[in-house]
């Protein structure tokens, strides 16, 4: 679990293949009450960033193989945006120009200093930057709360199965999204999407798109083609043509054990039958919003007691490790398989712990988790 940050020193990873650089700037830095993380090279920063969490990045744009030009330190901010990174980054050159320090910035730093530096110049840049950086996890931490508590909260009971979701954004809010709709009639919705993007962005279509699912069941729009019609067409309406969301939506009725399904160009489902048979539930449409012609098919399953339905999120199977290994389809259904005797929210957690496990601080993406049990 990730401590929280005012409970834990603000902290900086510093790069510099000078070492006597680094020892100045870990004894400036203590100094003033940070935590100070060095290392050596472009090489290492980017696979300590990657593995551990950082409140601030401070790296030399020169280095023994370039000590010039700062054409390595310029690939490695690139190398930062690529992996993900969040930290604000200061540069330091002692070669320094306008257009380098510039092109710095323009690949993502937030600011820079020359050395040799002064010490006031260097703690006045990084109090800045926390300052800065504490308003804004503040402001995440409520946007946060506010998300979380758009995820279903009440559960509506019904007599055939048992069912639960959880959703652990990556970067506090995100733009996966689960729902459980009351259809009437003995049925129940059940959405998993994932819209493309993250971090706040992501997290507005979220709540954009959870509105229109809602507004709609709430009218009697409850025939799945027309009711994913109807969300298509605002979504499409609303949002650029980058933005689109894949997502699988089943309606399931209480009296006949059926689901109806579409799945939209999202991660397909693992069905879990009691005998111990695994099959998926493939792609009926395209995604949501990226097309303004969009057709969807649907298809029908059934949960008898014991089977087992999970949806998830790409962020489950696609959750890397340090050393860039994936958790996998088949390592989920390991799980799902050596799980499948527990309770709905049990298995949830199960598998949400699992992907948390293997990944580490290096997850970069939302993990939703959805399980129906036929009872």
């Known amino acids: ?61 020169n280095y023994t193989r370039d000590t010039t030009s700062g054409e390595e330190g310029l690939d490695l901010l690139t190398g930062l945006e690529s992996q993900g990174n969040t930290a604000p980054v200061i540069v330091m050159t002692a070669w320094g120009s306008i257009d380098l320090a ?42 946060a709360t506010v998300q979380q508590k758009l995820f279903p909260r009440e559960m509506r009971h019904l007599g055939t199965i048992d069912y639960a979701g959880q959703c652990l ?87 006949t054990r059926r689901m109806h399904y579409a799945n939209c160009g999202h991660c397909a489902p693992s069905l879990l039958r009691a005998n111990g048979e695994m099959t998926r539930l493939d792609s009926t449409a395209t995604m949501l919003g990226a097309f303004e012609e969009w057709n969807c098919a649907e298809e029908e399953v059934s949960l008898d007691p014991g089977d087992t339905l999970l949806l998830y999120s790409d962020g489950v199977t696609e959750a890397a490790n340090a050393t860039g290994d994936e958790f996998g389809e088949d390592r989920l259904a390991r799980t799902l398989r050596e799980n499948s005797s527990l309770t709905a929210a049990d298995l949830v957690r199960e598998i949400v712990d699992a992907v948390s496990a293997f990944s580490g601080p290096s997850r970069m993406d939302d993990i939703t988790v959805v399980a129906i049990r036929g009872v």
């Open 1 to 61: 679990m990730a401590v929280p940050a005012a409970a834990r020193p603000y902290r900086v990873l510093v790069c510099d293949d000078q070492p006597d650089v680094l020892h100045a700037l870990r004894l400036l830095l203590k100094g003033q009450g940070y935590e100070a993380v060095t290392v050596d090279s472009p090489r290492a920063l980017l696979r300590e960033a990657r593995s551990d969490e950082f409140d601030l990045i401070l790296a030399d744009l």
């Open 102 to 143: 510039v092109e710095a910035m323009r690949r993502g730093a937030c600011d820079f200093v020359q050395k040799p530096w002064d010490n006031d110049r260097v703690l006045a840049v990084i109090r800045k930057q926390a300052d800065s950086e504490r308003r804004r996890k503040s402001e995440l931490e409520i946007a």
């Open 169 to 255: 954004a990556a970067r506090g809010v995100g733009g996966d999204y689960y729902d459980f709709l009351d259809l009437g009639d003995h049925s129940l919705g059940f959405v998993l999407a994932d819209v493309a993007g993250k971090g706040v962005p992501a997290a507005l279509l979220m709540a954009n798109l959870q509105a229109c699912f809602r507004t709609q069941a709430a009218s009697g729009v409850h025939r799945l083609a027309e009711l994913l019609d109807a969300v298509h067409k605002h979504f499409y309406s609303s949002t650029g043509s980058d933005r689109f969301a894949t997502l699988f939506f089943g309606s399931y009725d209480d009296r």
